[in-house]
């Protein structure tokens, strides 16, 4: 029969390990939905840029018809000033061929204007594109992943649930909710071995006087530094010679009372 502290350290590890599947499974799902965000912050980028194109090809289109027509009025006028023998028309006429050339060079210059930034927004929409597929390329195949990892981690989760309820009645409530504090609160370590004198929580020497009743693994011995639940295992093989040697007095430590002031907390 397993004694409450030796019951709390066998939970802990299946509440580690259900610790680390359950942060396995939010990490995918984290870096899923990241990627999900920045598909949509792409695709919007996407649009944009096609909105912007849109607009200036109307732009575009709208400078080269006024430019056709502009041409076509001065080769227009050109023609008609080879019929022309009066100088005061002729030199109307020239003006108005002057002022026609004019527009034309305005006109040429928006539109090349309008042609560069098209040709920008067109480069601009090819590298937003590529992007986006990377990215939902990325997506899938983390998306798949999750999928991977969720089949293949929900059995274990769920077995293990079903150990930590069983394991659960076994602990009184009150001893329940300290370790379960204790495991939320100390990097999801509650119950530490003491190996040589050490605490393995926090590396600091515990002190002698309490070796004996970390022994028996029946009460709840905190840490005096970390505030962890002191744990002594039995195998011999894994303690020190200091952890042997209270293993050894083990069975005469039974019959020693207990210290009248022990740093134990129930
Ligand atoms: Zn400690």
Same mark, same amino acid.
């Given at each position: 029969?397993?004694?409450?502290?030796?019951?709390?350290?066998?939970?802990?590890?299946?509440?580690?390990?259900?610790?680390?599947?359950?942060?396995?499974?939010?990490?995918?799902?984290?870096?899923?939905?990241?990627?999900?965000?920045?598909?949509?912050?792409?695709?919007?980028?996407?649009?944009?840029?096609?909105?912007?194109?849109?607009?200036?090809?109307?732009?575009?289109?709208?400078?080269?018809?006024?430019?056709?027509?502009?041409?076509?009025?001065?080769?227009?006028?050109?023609?008609?000033?080879?019929?022309?023998?009066?100088?005061?028309?002729?030199?109307?006429?020239?003006?108005?061929?002057?002022?026609?050339?004019?527009?034309?060079?305005?006109?040429?210059?928006?539109?090349?204007?309008?042609?560069?930034?098209?040709?920008?927004?067109?480069?601009?929409?090819?590298? $937003?594109?590529?992007? &986006? *597929? @990377? /990215?939902?390329? =990325?997506?899938? #195949? +983390?998306?798949?992943? $999750?999928?991977?990892? &969720? *089949? @293949? /981690?929900?059995? =274990?989760?769920? #077995? +293990?649930?079903?150990?930590?309820?069983?394991?659960?009645?076994?602990?009184?409530?009150?001893?329940? #909710?300290?370790?379960?504090?204790?495991?939320?609160?100390?990097?999801?370590?509650?119950?530490?071995?003491? #190996?040589?004198?050490?605490?393995?929580?926090?590396?600091?020497?515990?002190?002698?006087?309490?070796?004996?009743?970390?022994?028996?693994?029946?009460?709840?011995?905190?840490?005096?530094?970390?505030?962890?639940?002191?744990?002594?295992?039995?195998?011999?093989?894994?303690?020190?010679?200091?952890?042997?040697?209270?293993?050894?007095?083990?069975?005469?430590?039974?019959?020693?009372?207990?210290?009248?002031?022990?740093?134990?907390?129930?």
């Amino acid at each position: 029969m397993p004694t409450k502290i030796e019951v709390l350290a066998t939970l802990q590890l299946v509440d580690q390990s259900l610790r680390a599947k359950t942060r396995a499974v939010a990490e995918g799902e984290g870096r899923v939905a990241a990627l999900e965000e920045a598909v949509s912050a792409q695709t919007a980028a996407a649009n944009a840029v096609r909105v912007e194109l849109a607009a200036l090809g109307v732009r575009q289109r709208d400078l080269e018809g006024r430019l056709t027509a502009a041409e076509a009025k001065m080769k227009d006028r050109r023609m008609r000033m080879t019929r022309i023998r009066n100088d005061k028309e002729l030199g109307l006429a020239r003006r108005e061929v002057d002022l026609l050339k004019e527009e034309i060079g305005t006109l040429e210059t928006e539109l090349m204007a309008v042609m560069e930034q098209v040709e920008g927004a067109t480069a601009k929409l090819a590298g $937003l594109a590529a992007e &986006l *597929a @990377r /990215l939902a390329a =990325e997506r899938d #195949r +983390e998306a798949s992943e $999750l999928r991977e990892t &969720l *089949a @293949r /981690l929900s059995s =274990e989760i769920e #077995r +293990e649930r079903a150990t930590r309820s069983e394991l659960v009645q076994t602990i009184d409530g009150d001893l329940r #909710r300290k370790y379960e504090m204790i495991f939320s609160r100390r990097g999801g370590l509650a119950v530490v071995e003491v #190996r040589g004198g050490i605490c393995q929580g926090c590396r600091m020497r515990v002190p002698p006087q309490l070796f004996n009743q970390i022994q028996r693994n029946a009460e709840v011995i905190l840490c005096p530094s970390c505030q962890r639940i002191l744990y002594a295992t039995r195998d011999p093989c894994l303690g020190s010679e200091a952890d042997a040697s209270v293993e050894r007095s083990v069975g005469s430590a039974e019959a020693v009372p207990r210290p009248a002031k022990p740093a134990r907390q129930n």
